[in-house]
């Protein structure tokens, strides 16, 4: 059921929630957090209600869209009230702002009589995000500010903003989107013959955050040389090798789809890898809201990466 409230105020808002739990139960029971999305109004805003939907599937929660409008419009709020199938296993509430209530300085006024009481808050920029999230208006609402720097305009300059302005609570889908490379690497290693990695190699788009962050978290895990490549294919990560006495571990995902995993003594290995999709990805940065020391140690160490300039074959 959507319920349209154009030129509303926070305060309606509220009023129709509690007619809307009156008249067909207490539907607010059992949401664990309040999950804030800021982004603006376009094609792309369906998009983000849908993962966050999805989601909240695993964690039933209070959705609040901040849909940025045109600035230059008369000062105007358009809400809108979505719950039952339109709304996954949670309540979407989409608060359009136009004029003055649309700026990013606004949205905090607008989301704080809506939040859940005595449950805990998460930020999701899809697209573009404050340089500092952690000081913006919302993120400070928030316990766990999660954005996604191969969203932005400029990927690159993001994610160098995403190292630079790092705070205890800040993650990124870029960072996400490694979970099952890291845990198939970190699986290779653990059986024998258990030596040491000596150096590393690693590929990928020259214009691409996750490449950076896992060669980060290499250097910073096991305090090795590694070296970050371009990879010939377009493929965001795309190859992992690991040096040891015995042979190298390999890890090759040339179409995008699938990895092939090589190691000395071992037959190769096809793996299912493909990009994770959005909504995956913020249902995992949502099982835990405490902050990702390990990220954390990742952003640190693209600092001690060399670089590579010609291309890898993978």
């Keep these: 059921m959507i319920i349209d409230l154009p030129s509303s105020n926070t305060s309606a808002v509220n009023r129709k929630l509690v007619e809307l739990r009156e008249?067909?139960?207490?539907?607010a029971l059992g949401r664990v957090l309040t999950l804030v999305v800021v982004t603006d109004d376009g094609p792309e805003l369906e998009r983000c209600i849908d993962a966050a939907n999805a989601a909240s599937r695993e964690h039933p929660c209070r959705v609040?869209?901040?849909?940025?409008?045109?600035?230059r419009a008369a000062p105007r709020l358009d809400a809108q009230i979505r719950v039952g199938g339109d709304a996954g296993a949670s309540e979407v509430i989409v608060l359009r702002g136009y004029g003055a209530l649309a700026a990013e300085d606004a949205?905090?006024?607008?989301?704080?009589?809506l939040l859940l009481p005595d449950a805990p808050v998460a930020a999701w920029w899809p697209g573009e995000a404050p340089a500092k999230p952690s000081e913006d208006a919302v993120g400070r609402l928030a316990q766990r500010r999660i954005t996604d720097a191969l969203s932005a305009r400029n990927p690159t300059r993001a994610?160098?903003?995403?190292?630079?302005?790092?705070?205890?609570?800040?993650?990124?889908?870029?960072?996400?989107?490694?979970?099952?490379?890291?845990?198939?690497?970190?699986a290779a290693l653990d059986v024998p013959p258990y030596e040491p990695v000596t150096h590393a190699l690693v590929a990928g788009e020259p214009v691409s955050p996750s490449t950076e962050l896992v060669a980060g978290w290499l250097a910073s895990r096991l305090g090795i040389k590694v070296k970050r490549s371009p990879s010939e294919t377009a493929n965001g990560l795309s190859l992992v090798r690991l040096s040891r006495r015995s042979?190298?571990?390999?890890?090759?995902?040339?179409?995008?789809?699938?990895?092939?995993?090589?190691?000395?003594?071992?037959?190769?290995?096809?793996?299912?890898?493909?990009?994770?999709?959005?909504?995956?990805?913020?249902?995992?940065?949502?099982?835990?809201?405490?902050?990702?020391?390990?990220?954390?140690?990742a952003l640190a160490g693209v600092s001690q990466v060399t670089r590579g300039r010609t291309p890898v074959k993978v």
């Design 107 to 113: 949205g905090a006024g607008m989301v704080m009589p």
């Design 247 to 297: 042979g190298n571990v390999e890890l090759a995902r040339p179409d995008g789809k699938t990895a092939r995993l090589v190691q000395p003594g071992q037959p190769e290995r096809l793996i299912a890898l493909a990009r994770r999709q959005v909504s995956d990805c913020l249902a995992e940065e949502l099982r835990r809201l405490d902050p990702d020391e390990v990220y954390e140690e």
């Design 64 to 71: 609040i869209v901040l849909a940025r409008g045109q600035r």
């Design 23 to 27: 008249a067909g139960g207490v539907f």
């Design 159 to 186: 994610f160098e903003q995403r190292r630079k302005d790092y705070a205890p609570g800040d993650t990124d889908l870029t960072w996400t989107r490694l979970t099952h490379w890291r845990a198939q690497l970190a």
